[in-house]
T-cell receptor, first 111, second 113 residues
Framework: DQQVKQNSPSLSVQEGRISILNCDYTNSMFDYFLWYKKYPAEGPTFLISISSIKDKNEDGRFTVFLNKSAKHLSLHIVPSQPGDSAVYFCAFSGGYQKVTFGTGTKLQVIP | KAGVTQTPRYLIKTRGQQVTLSCSPISGHRSVSWYQQTPGQGLQFLFEYFSETQRNKGNFPGRFSGRQFSNSRSEMNVSTLELGDSALYLC????????????FGQGTRLTVV
């Protein structure tokens, strides 16, 4: 069962513009939502998270939005930079439960 | 502080063989989770160990097994390898497992021929 879906396998964005990555989930028991970034030949690294009691969290150029009624999570990167080119995974957690990852979206920021 | 260490980084095995992968978590972390990454499938959860006990398990066949030692190091074993087991295997450590943020190793790239 695919509880987490990232429907866009890839995304290309011009440098300086906004990158929007999306994630849909089905399990309403998740209470923490995370984004990870992964470069080739490296493990994923934590980027930003949001708890289920919030609808927005910002950290510099990165903002995560949570729409619980739509079961939708998004990551905005503004402005996008070439160094942001990577695979982005959304992930969901329920405390001691396993962290469930999406299939990933490959972001390419074009200089 | 050292990060999560996975060995070996690369491995080539033949169908039918078995393989053991190793993961040393960050010092002080007691939770180790294993994931399989394949193209188009994202990171699929295999299992999580905490204080030498398997606490969570994903939907993988019994050929996939693991264990954790008293020093929190973990091993993952895959028996009777199949071509479809070719993947990047990642382990992630958390201090207690209650935290949301996990720290990943660089992974072991397993190729089954």
């Amino acid at each position: 069962d695919q509880q987490v879906k990232q429907n866009s396998p890839s995304l290309s964005v011009q440098e300086g513009r906004i990158s929007i990555l999306n994630c849909d989930y089905t399990n309403s028991m998740f209470d923490y939502f995370l984004w990870y970034k992964k470069y080739p030949a490296e493990g994923p690294t934590f980027l930003i998270s949001i708890s289920s009691i919030k609808d927005k969290n910002e950290d510099g150029r990165f903002t995560v939005f949570l729409n619980k009624s739509a079961k939708h999570l998004s990551l905005h990167i503004v402005p996008s930079q070439p160094g942001d080119s990577a695979v982005y995974f959304c992930a969901f957690s329920g405390g001691y439960q396993k962290v469930t990852f999406g299939t990933g979206t490959k972001l390419q920021v074009i200089p | 502080k050292a990060g999560v260490t996975q060995t070996p980084r690369y491995l080539i095995k033949t169908r039918g063989q078995q393989v053991t992968l190793s993961c040393s978590p960050i010092s002080g972390h007691r939770s180790v989770s294993w994931y399989q990454q394949t193209p188009g499938q994202g990171l699929q959860f295999l299992f999580e160990y905490f204080s030498e006990t398997q606490r969570n398990k994903g939907n993988f066949p019994g050929r996939f097994s693991g264990r954790q030692f008293s020093n929190s190091r973990s091993e993952m074993n895959v028996s009777t390898l199949e071509l479809g087991d070719s993947a990047l295997y990642l382990c992630a450590s958390r201090r207690s497992g209650e935290e949301t943020e996990a720290f990943f190793g660089q992974g072991t790239r397993l190729t089954v021929v």
